[in-house]
Structure formats: structure tokens, C-alpha cells
């Protein structure tokens, strides 16, 4: 499928399931309930992330089609982080077992001092999408975060 298709496909999910919130309204949110929750929650967010992950490739594959090549799941993710407006795509490699990202401006992160990573949301919802878009089970590992410094979040995603 044409990588245009998939950008106007996804933007149109986004648009119709989407609603409008200010980013640092979310960043305070989102920054309040990790201090107040600490971070045992961790588990908690990738596995929320997992299922928003799924449940928005679910809907995408709707508008796109099932049959998806593993170029189309790259473009499909990249155009939904991005459309959004959850964060915007540095790099991304995906292979059959495994896939890497370097992100900037994650709303789970900029704006927010930790000494841990904070958007495990993100990994989960990668982790989701990969399973609806390829099948088998993904698990993310986080290994960097803006909140610990860096300019950008890390993630790799494994088949397992």
C-alpha cells in the first residue's frame, strides 16, 4: 500500500475516534499520577498501552486491510504516533522479530523529570499494534527516556 494512502487512512481514524487535549494539560496529568502512583505501575501502563495499541490497529486494519506487509505495519505505526500527536518518529526498523525506535517530544515524557522512563505507554502500545499488525506476542523494552535526560526515548521490541 502507498505510504500516502496509509498517512490519509490513519488520519482519518485519528480524526474520527481522536479528541482534542491539550498537551500540557496531559503532561501535568500524566506527570501527577506518576508521583502520586510511583513507579510499580509500570507493568500496568505497558499492558494499557498493549490494548490501546491492538485496539487502534484493529481499527486501522478496517480502513486499510488485513493483509498488511511488514512495510505497511511500519508505516501504519509511524503514521499513527505522529497523527496523534503522541510523538514524532526519529527512526524506526522493524524486522520479523524484532523492531527499534528512537522518538522525540513523547507527550508521556517531555516536559517531566524522572530518574526513571515514564512513556511505558508507548512501548506497550508498539508492542500492541505489532501484535495486531504481525501476530505472536511483542514485549518492549524501554532503554533510554527524555525524563532521564536524553534527547529522545528508545525503545526495542522483541518477538518472543
Not at 482534542?20 to 499520577?33: A, G, H, T
Not at 495486531?132 to 522483541?158: A, D, M, R, Y
Request: glycine share 10%; aromatic share 10%.
Amino acid at each position: 500500500m502507498q505510504k500516502e494512502d496509509i498517512r490519509i487512512k490513519t488520519a482519518q481514524y485519528v480524526e474520527q475516534e481522536g479528541f482534542i487535549l491539550p498537551k500540557n494539560v496531559f503532561r501535568d496529568f500524566f506527570s501527577q499520577l506518576i508521583k502520586l502512583a510511583g513507579f510499580g505501575l509500570g507493568g500496568m501502563f505497558i499492558l494499557s498501552g498493549k490494548k490501546a495499541g491492538k485496539k487502534a490497529a484493529s481499527h486501522i486494519k478496517e480502513l486499510i486491510g488485513e493483509n498488511l506487509s511488514i512495510d505497511d505495519a511500519r508505516e501504519c505505526i509511524i503514521a499513527y504516533f505522529e497523527e496523534s500527536k503522541q510523538c514524532i518518529v526519529k527512526e524506526f526498523t522493524l524486522k520479523e522479530s524484532v523492531a527499534s525506535l528512537k522518538l522525540e517530544h513523547s507527550v508521556f515524557a517531555e516536559g517531566i523529570e524522572s530518574k526513571k522512563p515514564t512513556c511505558l505507554p508507548l512501548g506497550g502500545t508498539i508492542a500492541g499494534m505489532l501484535e495486531e499488525f504481525l501476530g505472536g506476542s511483542w514485549e518492549p523494552k524501554k532503554t533510554q527516556c527524555i525524563t532521564q535526560g536524553f534527547n529522545e526515548c528508545v525503545f526495542e521490541v522483541k518477538h518472543k
